[in-house]
């Protein structure tokens, strides 16, 4: 299994454009979710997913937008970037059923400059 | 999900066991306690978990108390390569919770 991968690994933008974070995973979770790190910080939840085609707020969701079309993808979009959105973006993904612990697996992360 | 409280930072030498408390006083009876940690730049790895019961596997070992207010995650032999920050969790059993993480503790294991 690959498990989370993110794409791309560094990317830099000017304030205004937009793209998109590519996150897929191929463990069958239904939870999927993004966080943002920045310099010193801890991780911030920006939204989260439990399965195809449901998604929800996390702690910061303002200037993001997600979707849900497949259980194994969880994209992320900035529709017109801002120097605040400069960032190290995690996806993550876990089971929601089994009984078992509900461990989650993050993936690389993806380096976001907004000039 | 309650609320934890862990100290900023800690130094630890290497070889020594590293110690990394947390307190969460307000956690409910069905509330499990989670370690994960992250290395510099990395996404972050889950460590361990646990409910009642003292639990080890091949990364560490956490210790809860009997009150479950507070628990301690045991690094048996720091390696330089656990410098990383630790984050305890506490959070109820529920598929559909989102997770939070707090500021965590970073760990510096010394030579």
């Known amino acids: 299994n690959a498990g989370v991968t993110q794409t791309p690994k560094f990317q830099v933008l000017k304030t205004g454009q937009s793209m998109t974070l590519q996150c897929a995973q191929d463990m069958n979770h239904e939870y999927m979710s993004w966080y943002r790190q920045d310099p010193g910080m801890g991780l911030r939840l920006i939204h989260y997913?439990?399965?195809?085609?449901?998604?929800d707020q996390g702690e910061v969701p303002n200037g993001y937008n997600v979707s849900r079309s497949t259980t194994e993808d969880f994209p992320l979009r900035l529709l017109s970037a801002a120097p605040s959105q400069t960032s190290v973006y995690f996806c993550?993904?876990?089971?929601?059923?089994?009984?078992?612990?509900?461990?989650?697996?993050f993936g690389p992360g993806t380096r976001l400059t907004v000039t | 999900d309650a609320k934890t409280t862990q100290p900023p930072s800690m130094d630890c030498a290497e070889g020594r066991a590293a110690n990394l408390p947390c307190n969460h006083s307000t956690i409910s009876g069905n509330e499990y306690v989670y370690w994960y940690r992250q290395i510099h730049s990395q996404g972050p790895q889950y460590i361990i978990h646990g409910l009642k019961n003292n639990e080890t596997n091949e990364m560490a070992s956490l210790i809860i108390t009997e009150d479950r207010k507070s628990s301690t995650l045991i690094l048996p032999h720091a390696t330089l390569r656990d410098t990383a920050v630790y984050y305890c969790i506490v959070r109820v059993k529920t598929s559909y919770d989102k997770v939070i993480f707090g500021p965590g503790t970073s760990l510096s294991v010394i030579p």
């Open positions: 993550a993904s876990r089971v929601t059923g089994g009984g078992g612990p509900l461990i989650q697996y």
């Open positions: 997913s439990v399965g195809a085609g449901i998604t």
